[in-house]
């Protein structure tokens, strides 16, 4: 293994056409799956998407974005506590996790082992991209992939034989997220000092001056993650929840 792949590693947004066998994607899923759990109960489920057409119709609802179109597979990594509970009821037990706790858990575990998929997969040669467009149409995506209730889908993850090297990304120092014995009280310029990294970046610099506004922060404030947007999607999710019985 590759000791400096975790400071260089990338996001691969653009595929080649060569295809990632089935062996290598399942021996990818299965060594992920000794990821910790929560209680071992494994509270996830993987939709594996490589017919053509089905690829089509997933993708759309991720926006047609070139990772999601150009990819060889697609996996929607689920919260799942629709088996388990099926699984204490033909048992004869009385499973009680239609509740936001149970919810918090199942989403633990689905993060934790999409996170493990990524891994295993870039360091078999691999490229992937986080398709950070599930949780805007989670209701539409669960009826494409048949989901029943007590699912959720919480990460959508593109795999294939990378195109390109992937583009470089910033991140925040050490010392702006790592604190020791309790959280800070940060003042205005401590957190000027821990963004300063991000306002530098020039791909960020060139947002900034596209979207016309004055700094990185208004970017994501005003254009990017906008009460306008966030509001909606959280009412869409919350009712999705409720349909799904975590709430």
Known sequence: MDDKYFITRRSVR????????????????REAMKAPTCGNMQLYSVIVTRDEEKKKELAALHFNQPAATGADVLLTICADYHRFTRWCEINGGYPAYDNFLSFTSAVTDAVILAQQIVTIAEMRGLGTCYLGTVTYNAPKISELLHLPEMTFPIAAISIGYPAEEGEETERLDLSGVVYDEEY????????????????????????????????????????????????????????????????
Request: cysteine-free; aromatic content about 10%; hydrophobic content about 35%.
């Open 184 to 247: 800070p009280e940060l003042s205005d310029d401590m957190i000027r000092n821990i963004y300063k990294v991000k306002e530098e970046f020039a791909p960020n610099k060139k947002f900034v001056e596209e979207n016309g506004k004055e700094n990185l922060a208004q970017v994501f404030s005003d254009i990017r993650y906008p009460r306008s947007l966030n509001e909606p999607v959280t009412a869409d999710l919350l009712e999705f929840m409720k349909k799904q019985r975590f709430l």
């Open 14 to 29: 653009r595929y080649s056409d060569k295809k990632v066998s089935r062996e290598l994607l399942d021996s990818i899923l």
